[in-house]
């Protein structure tokens, strides 16, 4: 037998331990390059579904396949080596039963390589996750705001403003919990509500517009980044990505229009190496 290559990613039971201890850093990667920067500064990089909508140009993220997840999962695997990755199952992909789930779970996992997979959790998920986790599979459940329900929803809206959401969000979490997930993220949700959220759970909360009251934190890496002229209230933006392209993109039409690139120093001469 050939020696082991010990993988040196964060696993998913040092992930679960992270709960009310040092906090979670996760982003969202979707390709090889973007995962080599990020995977420095984080310890979980989630192939999310909002693929179809920041890569795609989808309206939401309804419209996903397993076939893309696998295909972004796999350039996300080569750009990383120390972060957890885990991949969204997308809308339609588990809902039905525990054995579809296993099925896309599986399958999305053998052709990745990723650790773990992510399922939006409504109450009627949770037999699914405890399948998959029986069965060898890591899963970070999804709580609050589920974009995959938005047709459902009417929007994107936050969630657990009545007594009656709070409460439906309580229920998902709890069960999610006892289910055997290895974390969950926690959108949309008041400060309130994602403290009792991470209170109620043994694993950690990983928030995306649920205050700092969560074990960690997660973004839309785009966002955060500022590649977007609109960016929701809870996104902090930590560059501004879409200045630095018009100016780079504005700068290269010039320069190619008034024939000053190439330059010579762009150039390939005779006779030399470079
Ligand atoms: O699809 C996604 O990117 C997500 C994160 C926003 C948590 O679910």
Known sequence: MSKQTVSKRV????????????????????????????????????????????????????????????????????GSTQALVAIDLPFGSYERSPEQAFDTASRIMMETGAQAVKVEAAEGVADSIAFLTGRGIPVIGHVGLRPQAVNLDGGFKARGRNDAERERVLAEARATDEAGAIAMVVEGVTPELAAEVTAAVGCPTIGIGASSACDGQILVTEDMLGLFDWTPKFVRRYADLRGAIEVGAAGYAADVRAASFPGEAEEYRLGTRK
């Open 11 to 78: 696993t998913a039971p040092s992930l679960r331990a992270r709960k009310g201890a040092e906090k979670i850093v996760a982003l969202t990667a979707y390709t090889a390059p973007m995962a080599q920067l990020l995977d420095p500064h984080c310890d979980l990089l989630l192939v999310g579904d909002s693929l179809g909508m920041v890569v795609h140009g989808l309206s939401t993220t309804v419209g996903v396949t397993v076939e893309m997840m696998i295909l972004h999962g796999q350039a996300v695997m080569r």
